[in-house]
């Protein structure tokens, strides 16, 4: 029963995968960026558990709800952290205009497939047909940091890279061990929590987050 | 304890090294150790202490290094191991006899600079990180001669260059020219540090050791590369052209007991240096090595010694009077590798000890020099010859010995600087033959080109000098600082003195000194150079002898009948004073009238006018009333270095370009830097899919 359905599952959830990213360089709104982010971790956590339930690993499982709870859950609510109203009127104003974008992702997806496929074969299983969906995340989470403006939205642009890194991580060698996945979990968590703090402050001290302005080079 | 158990105790101590077990090692380590101490004096003494309490211990850091130094110039072993945490061999002082020599001279330099400096600093020149600094330079450049390795000589060189560059900053407050100084040297040292790193690394990829002592059998084609690398590395911290630029710039700009130091003692390592390549290290090189060496010298020689002569600025003038001697310190260098190369050993080795004795002198009479003219800067706060003039009569010890110092430079007989030309000139003369036979084509053509430009160089020091002295001590003040001029405090004369009565004792008396100096390159020190008559030096090799105190003593023969004899007759005639009935102009001679240093060089100005390019500035201002009348005539000449305008002005410029188009690419901008980083993973995805 779970075998049928195993390859469509893995393909369901690196889709999520796959899709979240891509709209996450679409929508400019923050609030939508940061749902999407929690839509992607779930979406991770899922897959995280599909495998673990295939190789028959309860390390696995317990990896994929330290997932959910962290990357769905914990991160998305530390952004969204502030009151909604003011969050939702931060529209971001990219340097990218929309089509441009959606068309790099499309080129950074077929990019990541070719060298996948080129550099270290796609595997015959289903794991590994699905690993340059990750090399993808890790390309598009590059592209949100280089064309977003303010400094939250480059921070889920870090965040989706992450994702990325880990997505890989699973899909080829079956995940990492449990205590490693805590530490990396908890070291993410630590970092974005620096990151908002320093947001807030530079927003309290300049009045905006647009990196653009931090220009010059002070001793 | 009984005497035996103590005796095992002393040696377990001795061979655990806590116990120096030679004079050399006693010497070098307490070199540090006071070295230590002076740092330390430095940062915690009162400041009206500072000066007299630093000064002392860095003379004494100075006269241990001379001792040490004696010690092993005369043949004594030993040295201090330092281990150290890298994973490589212990750094190993132990200096050689030629090795003692150069820590001699530098440190007999020190002891006159570190007497000087106690009376001389006040004000920013007096201050903490000045006084840090010094003992800190002291220390690096003693044990620069003393490395045995690589390491250990690129150290200490590295420690000598920075405590000479903090000690040339301690002005740069009141000054700006000091920072531009300071940017030049750091640039310069480090351009000659890259140099000779490059040639010791180029050596030890070839030999496989870091280690001065390992046999050298280098091909010849690493060797010619470090060669090169070293030429460059070691000419440029002897001031040799064309890496001479920082050296007008940096010497008149530094303090005057650091430039002292610096153009008396640190110019010498470079001399070191070019030594150390040439007799241990690269030993026997293929003649062309001789030949590049000379060219080097000979034009540095010229160069220098032509902008020392119509530079009116004095420390600007020793400056680049530096860079002529060592021009023919290298001159001789050159010449004795290029004999060598062609067996004729007396003659090469006769050079060699030439180019010793031009080293010894120079640090000696320079150092005389550099700290006469901060006397006179100390008593007029000028250094513009053009504004100076009559401080013999006010200053007279400074006046006899910047005097002696300058005969010394001019290379006048019964100074130190005499008997160094002679022996080169001597050896140049008689090296291009061996028993009447031409030894070669090359030497034949070379040696005498030498001779030329030596020759040359000989009478434009005299008139160098004549003018420096002549200018600065004689005649009319022509400033009222010049004329308000005291004598300095009596420190600084001692050490004026003492520098005057080095340079006086080694013209006299050159024999014992240039027969120690021969111990120290020739491997048949008494075929060399010998001894001879009352402190006399003769050169069996080629059969030439120069005694100069037979010389004073004959001379004073025939002089002092004459002398008598004309007080004797002008005793017969009374004094007569005559009112002039027409002065002819001359009784009402002014200040004003007198030749200054421009108008003195001016003449030598026009004859090297295609050398030189100076640039002339005349603005006549007229009467209002009639502009056939001419109210005031203001002339100024400048003389810029050809070498600053059309070597490194166009490659700084080319740098400054580079440097404007890079802004544009690292701008501050995060994204710009994140999209580069971008760029590059993807050019790299996509190469290797390929």
Same mark, same amino acid.
């Given at each position: 029963?779970?075998?049928?359905?195993?390859?469509?599952?893995?393909?369901?959830?690196?889709?999520?995968?796959?899709?979240?990213?891509?709209?996450?360089?679409?929508?400019?709104?923050?609030?939508?960026?940061?749902?999407?982010?929690?839509?992607?971790?779930?979406?991770?956590?899922?897959?995280?558990?599909?495998?673990?339930?295939?190789?028959?690993?309860?390390?696995?499982?317990?990896?994929?709800?330290?997932?959910?709870?962290?990357?769905?859950?914990?991160?998305?609510?530390?952004?969204?952290?502030?009151?909604?109203?003011?969050?939702?009127?931060?529209?971001?104003?990219?340097?990218?205009?929309?089509?441009?974008?959606?068309?790099?992702?499309?080129?950074?997806?077929?990019?990541?497939?070719?060298?996948?496929?080129?550099?270290?074969?796609?595997?015959?299983?289903?794991?590994?047909?699905?690993?340059?969906?990750?090399?993808?995340?890790?390309?598009?989470?590059?592209?949100?940091?280089?064309?977003?403006?303010?400094?939250?939205?480059?921070?889920?642009?870090?965040?989706?890279?992450?994702?990325?890194?880990?997505?890989?991580?699973?899909?080829?060698?079956?995940?990492?061990?449990?205590?490693?996945?805590?530490?990396?979990?908890?070291?993410?968590?630590?970092?974005?929590?620096?990151?908002?703090?320093?947001?807030?402050?530079?927003?309290?001290?300049?009045?905006?987050?647009?990196?653009?302005?931090?220009?010059?080079?002070?001793? | 304890? %009984? @005497?035996? $158990? =103590? !005796? &095992? +105790? *002393? /040696?377990?101590?001795?061979? #655990?090294?806590?116990?120096?077990? %030679? @004079?050399? $090692? =006693? !010497? &070098? +380590? *307490? /070199?540090?150790?006071?070295? #230590?101490?002076?740092?330390?004096?430095?940062?915690?003494? =009162?400041?009206? +202490?500072?000066?007299?309490?630093?000064?002392?211990?860095?003379?004494?850091?100075?006269?241990?290094?001379?001792?040490?130094?004696?010690?092993?110039?005369?043949?004594?072993?030993?040295?201090?191991?330092?281990?150290?945490?890298?994973?490589?061999?212990?750094?190993?002082?132990?200096?050689?006899?030629?090795?003692?020599?150069?820590?001699?001279?530098?440190?007999?330099?020190?002891?006159?600079?570190?007497?000087?400096?106690?009376?001389?600093?006040?004000?920013?020149?007096?201050?903490?990180?000045?006084?840090?600094?010094?003992?800190?330079?002291?220390?690096?450049?003693?044990l620069v001669p003393a490395a045995t390795d690589s390491v250990s000589f690129l150290l200490a060189l590295e420690i000598m260059t920075l405590g000479s560059t903090v000690l040339l900053l301690a002005d740069h407050a009141s000054r700006a020219t000091v920072a531009s100084a300071g940017i030049w040297y750091s640039a310069m040292s480090q351009l000659s540090f890259f140099f000779i790193l490059a040639g010791f690394a180029v050596l030890a990829a070839a030999s496989g050791g870091t280690s001065f002592s390992t046999p050298q059998a280098i091909e010849p084609g690493p060797a010619?590369?470090?060669?090169?690398l070293f030429l460059l590395g070691f000419g440029g911290k002897a001031e040799l052209v064309p890496l001479h630029v920082w050296v007008p710039r940096v010497l008149p700009e530094a303090p005057s007991h650091v430039s002292a130091a610096m153009s008396g003692a640190m110019v010498k390592i470079g001399v070191y240096g070019g030594l150390l390549v040439c007799v241990r290290l690269l030993p026997d090189g293929p003649a062309w090595w001789g030949i590049a060496i000379m060219v080097v010298g000979g034009a540095s020689a010229l160069y220098g010694i032509l902008q020392a002569s119509?530079?009116?600025?004095?420390?600007?003038?020793?400056?680049?009077?530096?860079?002529?001697?060592?021009?023919?310190?290298?001159?001789?260098?050159?010449?004795?590798?290029?004999?060598?190369?062609?067996?004729?050993?007396?003659?090469?080795?006769?050079?060699?000890?030439?180019?010793?004795?031009?080293?010894?002198?120079?640090?000696?009479?320079?150092?005389?020099?550099?700290?006469?003219?901060?006397?006179?800067?100390?008593?007029?706060?000028?250094?513009?010859?053009?504004?100076?003039?009559?401080?013999?009569?006010?200053?007279?010890?400074?006046?006899?010995?910047?005097?002696?110092?300058?005969?010394?430079?001019?290379?006048?007989?019964?100074?130190?600087?005499?008997?160094?030309?002679?022996?080169?000139?001597?050896?140049?003369?008689?090296?291009?033959?061996?028993?009447?036979?031409?030894?070669?084509?090359?030497?034949?053509?070379?040696?005498?080109?030498?001779?030329?430009?030596?020759?040359?160089?000989?009478?434009?020091?005299?008139?160098?000098?004549?003018?420096?002295?002549?200018?600065?001590?004689?005649?009319?003040?022509?400033?009222?600082?010049?004329?308000?001029?005291?004598?300095?405090?009596?420190?600084?004369?001692?050490?004026?003195?003492?520098?005057?009565?080095?340079?006086?004792?080694?013209?006299?008396?050159?024999?014992?000194?240039?027969?120690?100096?021969?111990?120290?390159?020739?491997?048949?020190?008494?075929?060399?150079?010998?001894?001879?008559?009352?402190?006399?030096?003769?050169?069996?090799?080629?059969?030439?002898?120069?005694?100069?105190?037979?010389?004073?003593?004959?001379?004073?023969?025939?002089?002092?009948?004459?002398?008598?004899?004309?007080?004797?007759?002008?005793?017969?005639?009374?004094?007569?004073?005559?009112?002039?009935?027409?002065?002819?102009?001359?009784?009402?001679?002014?200040?004003?009238?007198?030749?200054?240093?421009?108008?003195?060089?001016?003449?030598?100005?026009?004859?090297?006018?295609?050398?030189?390019?100076?640039?002339?500035?005349?603005?006549?201002?007229?009467?209002?009333?009639?502009?056939?009348?001419?109210?005031?005539?203001?002339?100024?000449?400048?003389?810029?270095?050809?070498?600053?305008?059309?070597?490194?002005?166009?490659?700084?410029?080319?740098?400054?370009?580079?440097?404007?188009?890079?802004?544009?690419?690292?701008?501050?901008?995060?994204?710009?830097?994140?999209?580069?980083?971008?760029?590059?993973?993807?050019?790299?995805?996509?190469?290797?899919?390929?």
């Amino acid at each position: 029963m779970f075998e049928t359905f195993y390859p469509q599952l893995i393909g369901l959830c690196t889709g999520a995968l796959l899709l979240t990213s891509a709209l996450m360089v679409w929508r400019h709104s923050l609030l939508a960026s940061i749902r999407l982010l929690a839509l992607q971790g779930i979406a991770l956590a899922a897959l995280v558990a599909v495998i673990g339930i295939a190789e028959g690993e309860s390390e696995l499982v317990l990896v994929s709800l330290l997932i959910l709870s962290v990357k769905g859950i914990g991160l998305p609510w530390v952004l969204a952290h502030q009151s909604k109203a003011s969050i939702k009127q931060i529209q971001e104003s990219p340097r990218l205009n929309p089509t441009a974008a959606l068309l790099a992702v499309t080129l950074l997806t077929i990019l990541s497939y070719v060298v996948v496929s080129r550099v270290f074969g796609l595997g015959d299983n289903e794991t590994g047909h699905a690993a340059p969906i990750g090399l993808a995340m890790v390309l598009i989470g590059f592209l949100l940091l280089i064309s977003r403006r303010r400094a939250r939205s480059q921070l889920i642009g870090f965040l989706l890279l992450d994702n990325g890194i880990a997505t890989i991580a699973f899909l080829t060698s079956g995940g990492v061990p449990v205590l490693l996945e805590f530490a990396v979990s908890l070291d993410v968590l630590l970092v974005v929590l620096i990151l908002h703090v320093f947001t807030g402050r530079m927003r309290t001290k300049f009045g905006g987050t647009s990196v653009d302005q931090l220009r010059e080079l002070h001793d | 304890m %009984t @005497g035996m $158990e =103590a !005796g &095992l +105790l *002393l /040696q377990t101590e001795i061979e #655990a090294g806590l116990i120096p077990q %030679t @004079g050399l $090692e =006693a !010497g &070098l +380590l *307490l /070199q540090l150790g006071l070295g #230590a101490l002076a740092v330390l004096t430095a940062l915690t003494a =009162a400041p009206f +202490l500072r000066s007299r309490a630093v000064g002392i211990l860095c003379t004494l850091i100075a006269v241990t290094g001379f001792l040490t130094g004696l010690v092993a110039m005369l043949g004594g072993t030993g040295g201090l191991r330092i281990s150290i945490a890298l994973p490589m061999d212990p750094l190993l002082l132990a200096p050689d006899r030629l090795g003692g020599l150069f820590m001699l001279i530098v440190s007999g330099v020190g002891i006159l600079v570190s007497l000087y400096s106690m009376s001389s600093t006040h004000g920013p020149d007096a201050s903490r990180t000045a006084w840090v600094a010094m003992p800190v330079f002291l220390v690096g450049m003693q044990l620069v001669p003393a490395a045995t390795d690589s390491v250990s000589f690129l150290l200490a060189l590295e420690i000598m260059t920075l405590g000479s560059t903090v000690l040339l900053l301690a002005d740069h407050a009141s000054r700006a020219t000091v920072a531009s100084a300071g940017i030049w040297y750091s640039a310069m040292s480090q351009l000659s540090f890259f140099f000779i790193l490059a040639g010791f690394a180029v050596l030890a990829a070839a030999s496989g050791g870091t280690s001065f002592s390992t046999p050298q059998a280098i091909e010849p084609g690493p060797a010619n590369v470090a060669f090169v690398l070293f030429l460059l590395g070691f000419g440029g911290k002897a001031e040799l052209v064309p890496l001479h630029v920082w050296v007008p710039r940096v010497l008149p700009e530094a303090p005057s007991h650091v430039s002292a130091a610096m153009s008396g003692a640190m110019v010498k390592i470079g001399v070191y240096g070019g030594l150390l390549v040439c007799v241990r290290l690269l030993p026997d090189g293929p003649a062309w090595w001789g030949i590049a060496i000379m060219v080097v010298g000979g034009a540095s020689a010229l160069y220098g010694i032509l902008q020392a002569s119509v530079s009116s600025d004095l420390k600007v003038l020793l400056a680049y009077s530096t860079t002529e001697n060592m021009g023919l310190v290298f001159l001789g260098l050159g010449a004795s590798l290029l004999l060598r190369g062609y067996d004729a050993t007396a003659a090469a080795d006769a050079a060699l000890v030439a180019a010793l004795l031009l080293a010894v002198s120079h640090a000696a009479f320079k150092s005389t020099l550099f700290l006469g003219a901060g006397a006179i800067i100390h008593a007029t706060g000028e250094r513009n010859l053009d504004r100076l003039g009559g401080l013999g009569a006010r200053m007279p010890v400074t006046a006899a010995a910047f005097g002696v110092a300058s005969l010394g430079a001019a290379a006048i007989p019964i100074t130190s600087g005499f008997v160094a030309e002679w022996m080169l000139l001597q050896s140049l003369i008689h090296g291009g033959r061996l028993d009447g036979a031409v030894v070669s084509v090359t030497a034949s053509v070379a040696m005498p080109l030498a001779v030329a430009v030596i020759a040359l160089t000989a009478g434009l020091a005299l008139l160098t000098f004549v003018k420096a002295y002549g200018i600065a001590f004689l005649a009319r003040p022509r400033s009222a600082e010049a004329a308000k001029a005291r004598e300095v405090p009596p420190l600084m004369q001692l050490s004026l003195a003492l520098g005057a009565l080095f340079v006086l004792a080694l013209g006299l008396l050159p024999g014992p000194i240039a027969a120690l100096v021969g111990h120290t390159v020739s491997s048949n020190p008494s075929a060399a150079v010998q001894s001879i008559g009352l402190g006399g030096v003769s050169l069996p090799g080629i059969g030439a002898v120069l005694d100069p105190i037979m010389l004073v003593v004959l001379s004073a023969l025939v002089a002092i009948p004459v002398i008598v004899s004309i007080i004797v007759s002008a005793r017969g005639h009374p004094h007569r004073t005559v009112d002039l009935p027409w002065g002819g102009g001359g009784s009402r001679a002014r200040p004003r009238m007198q030749y200054t240093a421009t108008s003195y060089a001016e003449p030598l100005v026009r004859v090297f006018d295609d050398v030189l390019k100076p640039s002339r500035d005349v603005q006549v201002t007229h009467v209002a009333e009639s502009r056939y009348l001419v109210e005031r005539v203001r002339v100024e000449q400048r003389v810029s270095d050809v070498f600053e305008t059309r070597l490194y002005r166009p490659v700084l410029n080319l740098f400054q370009r580079y440097g404007i188009v890079v802004r544009h690419v690292a701008n501050g901008s995060i994204h710009r830097y994140l999209s580069y980083s971008f760029v590059a993973l993807l050019i790299v995805l996509i190469v290797v899919s390929l």
